[in-house]
């Protein structure tokens, strides 16, 4: 995890899928949980996903708060 990863949670957004257009960090706990279970994509998304993931499970998902506000 690194700073510049937790600024692209609150600025990148989901490229494809039921949730395409949406800011990862608010991606729904149901679908972060699904691609828990079924594997996360290669690459930078796969990354981001996991670390949201990891986040929303452990209830840190308000860390993001202030990067939001930047």
Not at 8 to 35: E, Q
Not at 37 to 63: I, Y
């Amino acid at each position: 995890m690194t700073s510049e990863n937790l600024l692209l949670l609150v600025s990148r957004v989901m490229p494809y899928g039921k949730y395409k257009g949406r800011v990862i960090a608010d991606l729904p706990g149901h679908y972060l949980n699904w691609f828990a279970r079924e594997g996360f994509p290669r690459g930078e998304l796969g990354t981001l996903l996991a670390l949201m993931h990891e986040l929303d499970h452990n209830g840190l998902k308000s860390l993001l708060d202030p990067l939001r506000k930047q």
